[in-house]
């Protein structure tokens, strides 16, 4: 088929609370905006009606089994139809309707544009160790050591050209994949761009995917080691 211009790309892991809700915005992104696109699901596994519900509501649906919130989205990056992909998580946290920024500054050339919460974060929406010492720690470690002035290195709303995120031989499974991408566009000597976004509460009634400590390890070992594979 004829490439698309874009593919808004969420990960999936029993979300049947909020999937829907956020396919039916991003298609009425792509709707209102005139874009050529899609919405992919990449969906790790669910157990709950999260596939059949996203599929209803207009997305296209891949499974990836090996699981992981990395190994997700490089399945759904690598079956993605778009030349960019905008990702971002189906739980009602990131606004899905106005991501008409991310695709200016990617139709301006910038291979990565990064979300950045840290100004515009609702109440409730983010704990408190979060916002004022894991994020602003690890987004510094990250600076340091791949050289470049993202400041919210753990934003889940971001876009990239998918050929040249391909490209980079993206590997980490797990939540260091948020990293992970940033730390190789950026010693590639891509020029990233970063754009205010809002955080929202998570719609979800159940508990977050995100291990606080375990997450955090996994972003400190890759910051000073690298993949594991």
């Keep these: 088929m004829d490439e698309l211009e874009l593919t808004i790309l969420m990960p999936c892991l029993n979300e049947q609370q909020t999937v829907a809700r956020c396919v039916g915005l991003a298609r009425r992104f792509l709707a209102e905006s005139g874009i050529c696109g899609e919405v992919l699901v990449a969906d790790n596994g669910s157990t709950d009606n999260s ?116 490209a980079l031989g993206l590997s980490c499974g797990g939540m260091e994949f948020a990293t992970e991408i940033i730390g190789k566009f950026a010693l590639s000597g891509a020029a990233i761009a970063e754009i205010p976004v809002t955080l929202s509460p998570d719609g979800r009634s159940g508990r977050s995917h995100l291990r606080t400590i375990r997450d955090g390890l996994r972003h400190i070992r890759y910051i000073f080691f690298g993949s594991r594979k």
Excluded at 53 to 67: I, K, W
Excluded at 105 to 125: F, H, Q, S, T
């Design 51 to 166: 596939a059949s519900l996203a599929q209803e509501a207009g997305a296209r649906v891949v499974n990836v089994t090996e699981r992981g919130y990395g190994n997700a989205l490089i399945g759904g990056i690598k079956a993605a139809h778009g030349k960019y992909v905008i990702m971002g998580d189906c739980d009602m946290s990131y606004d899905f309707l106005h991501l008409g920024g991310f695709v200016e500054k990617l139709r301006e050339g910038y291979p990565l544009v990064m979300g950045c919460r840290m100004d515009n974060i609702a109440l409730g929406a983010m704990p408190f160790s979060h916002r004022y010492i894991g994020v602003p720690v690890l987004s510094f470690l990250g600076r340091i050591r791949f050289h470049t002035k993202v400041r919210d290195f753990h934003c889940g709303l971001r876009g990239f050209d998918r050929d040249k995120a391909l």
